[in-house]
């Protein structure tokens, strides 16, 4: 027969055990309270100029985080470099992401294989920013309207060349869906930034773009290209004189948006962090002002719709992405 264990033992070793517990919990870190305690790296995924290297230099100028916030831009592969790079990142809040539609909804379906997954490898944190591309033109193109320019596709087949600032990005996936949607066909050429390709568009090496809006806006407006209309369905408030695609191609609609990503895994304090700060600072009105400026439009979200709505464009971009043929070249 066993011979029982005394109570007081047993009371002596879950003393004992308890006060280790507390002893680790009381010198484990605070996520909420201590982060962050160096720089943070906000890598945007495509060269400097274009709207989320805008966004994301405007967050890091206004963000009060008590460290700060370098912005990192490792373009290539429509994004698909800079987007791997931190999907690959410690969860610890130090490396986040300045997603794009083409990195987070539309290069899985674009790309036969993908260096991280779009949804699994990262933490929501907000939505920040949506825009319409703009359909522009060299200025020698002879079409002012989208109804003489698919005439002119019509008469001159493969003939016209649009530029993007790479495979998978909205910018070419507009054009896709553009042609999809009218028996067009012209031939898609990627650059490895917008800034590469504005020169050939001035240029006339290629013929169009349907180019982010705040990139594309202040150049029409100087006269560099001609502007011929904007692909969301309504017609933004920063040139209401702008026509929109749909009006001639009823349920053409192709919107980019921005949004900020952790690595998956960050700690949800973090996340809440980060979260609060992004509202805080796309709530100001100078950055408001700013965004009008420009053709972006403050969306704002919570990790969970950011989530949802992710998703919901992944579905779309898939289904656009398997119409139209498109691949990475």
């Known amino acids: 027969m066993a011979t029982p264990t005394p109570l007081i033992s047993i009371t002596k070793s879950w003393a004992l055990l308890m006060g ?14 201590t982060w962050p305690t160096k720089p943070i790296r906000l890598v945007v995924t495509f060269p400097s100029g274009g709207a989320p290297d805008i966004l994301a230099r405007l967050f890091s100028e206004k963000a009060q985080l008590g460290q700060p916030i370098v912005v990192d831009n490792k373009a290539g592969a429509g ?14 809040g130090y490396t986040l992401v300045l997603g794009t539609v083409g990195t987070h909804a539309i290069n899985g379906a674009l ?15 907000s939505l920040i920013a949506s825009a319409p591309n703009l359909l522009v033109v060299n200025n020698t193109l002879p079409v002012k309207t989208v109804p003489e320019f698919i005439a002119y596709l019509k008469a001159n087949p493969n003939k016209l060349s649009f530029g ?15 042609k999809s949607m009218t028996g067009t066909s012209m031939t898609h050429v990627p650059y490895k930034g917008r800034q590469f390709a504005i020169p050939d568009l001035i240029g006339g090496s290629i013929q169009l773009m349907f180019d982010n809006m705040p990139s594309a ?28 695609i749909a009006e001639t191609i009823p349920g053409f609609e192709a919107t980019t948006w921005f949004a900020l990503f952790a690595p998956a895994g960050t700690p949800k304090p973090v996340i809440d962090r980060l979260h609060a700060e992004v509202i805080r600072v796309f709530r ?27 998703a919901s464009e992944i579905v779309k971009w898939t289904k656009v992405v398997k119409e139209s043929g498109a691949r990475a070249e």
Do not use: C
């Open 79 to 92: 994004g698909n470099i800079g987007a791997d790079f931190v999907a690959k990142s410690a969860g610890d």
């Open 111 to 125: 790309y036969d294989k993908m260096p991280y997954d779009m949804v699994k490898h990262f933490a929501p944190v």
């Open 164 to 178: 993007s600032p790479g495979v998978g990005t909205s910018v070419h996936v507009s054009g896709e869906l553009f």
């Open 284 to 310: 100001l009105p100078e950055v408001g002002d700013k965004l009008k400026t420009l053709g972006l439009e403050a969306l704002l979200s919570s990790p969970e719709e950011l989530a949802s709505y992710q």
């Open 217 to 244: 806006l202040p150049m029409a407006k100087e006269g560099r290209i001609r502007a011929i209309a904007v692909t969301t369905a309504k017609r933004s408030s920063a040139a209401p004189d702008i026509p929109t």
């Open 20 to 33: 280790s517990v507390l002893a680790l919990t009381l010198s484990a870190p605070s996520w909420a309270q």
